[in-house]
């Protein structure tokens, strides 16, 4: 009991710490709107503009919800979420939105973008080989799974979200005007070729290496009866 509570409570406050970062950056992204430039201004090597704040509003939003997920996955589903998992995603959450938008990491932190792709691939890459567990221990699909084949599907399902958050930066760009597959420098002028896709391409490449790695570790852990996913695997309660 006291094991729970204690789980209950570091998990409390990291939650509102970072809920609590996100509803000010919300404020601040709300009252920049207002008052900011609507375009670059040259004298500054890099300044926010309009569609900025309207980006870091959007990702705020979109963090909060995220935030909640968890608990609601919890509740419907009836799962339990290990610690270890729910600390990554947190601290993916901070790092991606408060870190990298409200603080321009990814412009003044060299590789913040790739190293988030990264470690976001080898999560997904988890989080397939639990959702594969939850299939093995429900008790009305009965299954016997190769530990190739969980590790090619963790490799899959891990690229194929990243695909999906494209497809959601570019969506989103296109309609607001926005930045998030950095086809423009910090001053505002478009990228032209290449140069363009390489946001986007060097995206693609490192969730699928980093799912790669997870999905190895993970073909390995199965093939040697290690469990070495075990505290990043999702779970039913009884």
């Known amino acids: 009991m006291r094991k729970f509570a204690k789980r209950i ?90 870190l990298g938008e409200v603080r321009s990491f990814y412009y003044t932190v060299p590789y913040w973008d790739t190293i988030l792709h990264t470690f976001s691939g080898a999560m997904l890459g988890a989080l397939g080989f639990s959702v594969v567990r939850l299939l093995n221990d429900t008790h009305k699909i009965s299954v016997d799974l190769s530990p190739l084949f969980v590790a090619f599907f963790a490799l899959t399902f891990a690229v194929f979200m990243g695909v999906i958050w494209e497809i959601y930066e570019y969506t989103f760009d296109g309609i607001f005007g926005l930045n998030m597959q950095k086809f423009a420098i910090e001053q505002g002028d478009a990228l032209v070729g290449r140069a363009a896709l390489s946001d986007t391409m060097l995206d693609l490449i490192v969730d699928t290496i980093g799912a790669a790695v997870m999905s190895t570790i993970g073909y390995i852990s199965l093939k040697e009866k290690k469990n070495w996913l075990e505290k990043l695997s999702v779970f039913k309660s009884e």
């Open 9 to 98: 409570k570091w998990k409390k406050v990291i939650s509102i710490f970072v809920l609590v970062t996100l509803i000010l950056s919300m404020g601040y992204a709300i009252l920049q709107i207002v008052i900011a430039e609507p375009g670059a201004v040259p004298s500054k090597s890099y300044n926010k503009m309009k569609s900025d704040y309207v980006l870091i509003l959007l990702q705020c939003l979109l963090g909060i919800f995220c935030i909640f997920m968890p608990s609601m996955l919890e509740r419907r589903f009836k799962l339990i979420i290990p610690n270890m998992m729910y600390l990554f995603f947190i601290i993916f959450l901070y790092a991606a939105i408060y």
